[in-house]
């Protein structure tokens, strides 16, 4: 006897209708909920793409990477991105 399979589709996630002026929520992140995913996903690796080389190994990550200096003429949120690129960390985590 065959031991049984048990399946669940899950509904997909509930994603409230878009507002003309959603507060108190960062644009980029909101934004990014009403994308297409795979445009998202193309966009991620395209600049994954543009760091690596096919011929040579990719550069370690620095130590410290809050040690350099960042541009202060950035906007709040796109500096905060930065950061949390820096870092490996986001939205997209991949450390190769």
């Known amino acids: 006897m065959q031991e049984p399979i048990y399946e669940y589709d899950f509904p997909p996630p509930y994603i409230r209708p878009q507002e003309w002026f ?6 980029n992140t909101y934004m990014d909920k009403y994308r297409d995913e795979k445009q998202i996903a ?3 690796l395209l600049k994954k793409l543009k760091k ?3 011929f040579r ?11 350099f200096r960042m541009d202060l ?5 796109l500096r905060v991105e930065k950061k949390k690129e ?5 939205r997209v ?4």
């Open 22 to 27: 959603p507060l108190k929520r960062p644009f």
């Open 52 to 54: 690596t080389h096919p």
């Open 42 to 44: 193309k966009e991620y």
């Open 57 to 67: 190994k990719p550069d370690p990550p620095p130590k410290y990477p809050h040690a």
């Open 73 to 77: 003429n950035l906007p709040s949120w």
């Open 86 to 90: 820096r870092l490996g960390w986001g």
């Open 93 to 96: 985590n991949e450390h190769s």
